[in-house]
């Protein structure tokens, strides 16, 4: 296992990524080291520990969402894939604070992991939608239409009347995949 890990963070890409195969390998017994290499000074170390929690499928959800805490944007994006690949509704509290993240990438993979959690999501979203900035209502927003729940509709329909073409976009979107796609308008 050391022989793996030392190959992980070798900084050296196609040799970590070709050792996480053999570091799922060792199971279950595998994710203490992971975890405490989520603790290296070295954000490359971190992320590639985070990659590596993310392929395996004895990972906790519980264990990664304090990386989207980390540090490092790179390591909280990695994170955010990670739940996509372990998603939970225990996740949904700290993946609705990433999609306020300062980097896009990493607010629009917790959108797409509070999609993979489904209805569980759309509380936090809805409330996301009373209080965010434009950006991060658009994140929501995408969410909400994936995730296909009737009671996203008031935002939706409300949303219709937005100056914002994007907003308005989500909103037309999830209410079609609602199957609520008629026109609005007033006569």
Sequence with gaps: MHELLAELTSGDDVRAENSIPGI????????????????????????WAVRALAASPHTRTEELIPLLS?????????????????????????????????????????????IKIGSPSVP????????????????????LSDIRDHRAIPVMMKVLNEESAVLQYWAQEGLQKLGLDMIYGKP
Aim: aromatic content about 4%.
């Design 24 to 47: 799922i390998d060792f199971g279950i017994a595998a994710i203490p080291a992971l975890l405490e290499l989520t603790h290296a000074e070295d954000a490359d170390s971190r992320w």
């Design 124 to 143: 936090k979203l809805l409330e996301v939608m009373k209080e965010a900035p434009m950006g991060v209502q658009i994140l929501a927003l995408r969410a």
């Design 70 to 114: 980390d540090s490092a944007p790179e390591v909280r994006a990695a994170a955010a894939l990670a739940l996509c690949n372990h998603p939970h509704e225990s996740a949904v509290d700290a993946l609705s604070q990433s999609l306020f993240d300062a980097d896009a990438l990493t607010a629009g993979l917790a959108g797409t992991a509070l």
